[in-house]
């Protein structure tokens, strides 16, 4: 009892709460309940699996003669960012001649650019940028760059930017805690009926697409509704039909949830006998945070010993993807497998056959393989580990994105990994490889040449991953403690 008790001490200056008294321990019925759960996510997460699509129809075909990259267009193209300033207005003729060289820059190393529908599709918008443009003899550069993104709006990608603004749709969690929901056999019931009468349909579809696990306020196992949607209203009603033929509407409401605006430390690893805390607030890079990848790596050694590892990720926005790699090798001793496949394209202004020699090298070395003007990936079977009767907690938010939902994805292939709080960010399906300056009206343009394809049910960007039990609502730290004291320590 006393290990325990310095394990919630522990946890309470962690999560910066306070000392919880003894009384709230699950009962017998209550612990079976998370094993009960945890069979569950362990089932699901089992049956995970990368896109059956072949990323094959998503590869752009370069033999056409469709306009493409010039060598005068790569010669523009490489100018530091900070020494091009935005301009405030345009001539139309110089507007129309940026929009070419964008247009033949998506054609030509844009990842997404099949995916969100090839030529048709951005010939179409290219079309009516220039229309618009037309019109007058000079545009504002703040009219410009609304232009292009209203006529590109069927673009959902966060690695994508022009102009600091990016392609990602607001996509906002819903919820309603008002009232508890219970689930016994494979039916779902509103706890206050005692089981008297089953939920049929909400929205019109099966309970559980949007009753899902969730932590009360004492700390419980509970079900919640929750719902991620596109949408101005800050409420919509749902409708829940029951066996007895009644029906009833519950409002739901943009959720609360939080994190910190700013951390005390990039890296944190507490640990006490068999309970390890690992915050980490960012994909350590190499060049940037050496220090902290360091000590993150140094510390597996220490986390592969650990009976119940927490993994906090609510304040991580991502940063160098090859970090997630590193690490699952090292605690498993297997290379990763993702629950995506990923295609990506050839640098194409690469002139030197020695560089791109080079560059093939490094990315077959990473495991892709070459065909033509790609590389790519497939994974045709799950990574599934077992992990020694072992427990992984992972903490998300929606501030958790890009290489910080690698890195969730990742730990998935463990067994007895539970989720913890809200979807994710939604950041994952390309990566931001390349900055520059646009170069007539020096906007700040980003992109990448990457897919990362999912299965849709299991990630999509702006909608992020699920948590396998939300956190969402008033004093999150206090219920999180609350939970890891009553179920887990």
Not at 247 to 272: C, F, H, N, W
Not at 360 to 371: A, E, N, Q, T, V
Request: glycine share 4%; with cysteine.
């Amino acid at each position: 009892m006393r290990a325990k008790k310095k394990i919630v001490m522990l946890l309470s200056a962690i999560l910066l709460t306070n000392v919880i008294p003894s009384s709230i321990y699950a009962d017998e019925a209550q612990q079976q309940e998370l094993q009960k759960v945890m069979q569950e996510i362990n089932q699901k997460n089992e049956q995970l699996n990368a896109s059956s699509d072949s990323t094959d129809i998503f590869r752009y075909n370069f033999k056409n003669k469709k306009s493409k990259l010039t060598k005068k267009d790569n010669a523009i193209m490489w100018k530091e960012y900070k020494k091009k300033k935005v301009k405030k207005s345009l001539s139309a003729s110089l507007a129309k001649k940026e929009v070419a060289w964008l247009f033949r820059l998506f054609r030509s190393q844009y990842g997404l650019y099949a995916y969100y529908g090839g030529d048709a599709k951005f010939e179409e918008a290219q079309k009516a940028i220039i229309k618009e443009i037309k019109k007058q003899d000079t545009i504002k550069v703040k009219k410009y760059q609304k232009l292009l993104h209203d006529h590109l709006n069927f673009i959902n990608d966060a690695h994508l930017a022009i102009g600091e603004e990016l392609f990602l749709q607001d996509i906002r969690l819903f919820s309603d805690e008002s009232v508890h929901y219970i689930k016994k056999g494979e039916n779902f019931y509103k706890e206050e009926d005692l089981e008297e009468d089953a939920i049929i349909r909400i929205n019109g579809r099966q309970p559980d697409v949007y009753l899902k696990h969730a932590i009360d306020e004492d700390g419980s196992l509970t079900y919640y509704p929750y719902a991620m949607l596109k949408q101005e209203d800050n409420s919509c009603n749902y409708n829940i039909e029951y066996q007895s033929g009644k029906t009833e509407s519950i409002l739901l409401k943009p959720a609360k949830y939080s994190y910190k605006e700013t951390v005390d430390r990039m890296y944190g690893y507490d640990q006490y006998e068999s309970l390890a805390y690992v915050e980490m607030n960012l994909a350590y890079m190499k060049e940037e945070l050496p220090e902290e990848r360091k000590r993150f790596l140094k510390d597996v050694s220490n986390m592969k010993k650990q009976d119940c590892l927490i993994f906090d990720l609510r304040n991580n926005p991502g940063g160098d993807g090859t970090l997630i790699d590193e690490w699952f090798q090292d605690y498993t001793g297997q290379a990763l497998q993702p629950n995506y496949n990923t295609l990506r394209i050839r640098p194409i202004w690469i002139n030197s056959a020695k560089e791109m020699k080079k560059e093939d090298k490094y990315f077959i070395k990473s495991g892709l393989k070459k065909d033509g003007k790609y590389y790519y990936i497939n994974y045709p079977n799950h990574q599934y580990l077992k992990n020694e009767g072992k427990k992984v907690f992972v903490l998300t938010s929606r501030r958790t994105s890009s290489s910080a939902e690698a890195m969730t994805d990742a730990l998935r292939n463990i067994e007895n990994t539970v989720v913890i709080g809200t979807n994710t960010g939604g950041v994952l399906i390309n990566m931001a490889n390349y900055q520059m300056a646009m170069p007539y009206s020096g906007l700040f343009l980003q992109f990448g040449e990457c897919l990362q394809n999912f299965e849709p049910s299991y990630f999509k960007e702006s909608y992020g991953m699920e948590p396998d039990i939300y956190l969402t609502g008033e004093n999150l730290s206090e219920r999180l403690k609350k939970f890891f004291e009553k179920y887990v320590i």
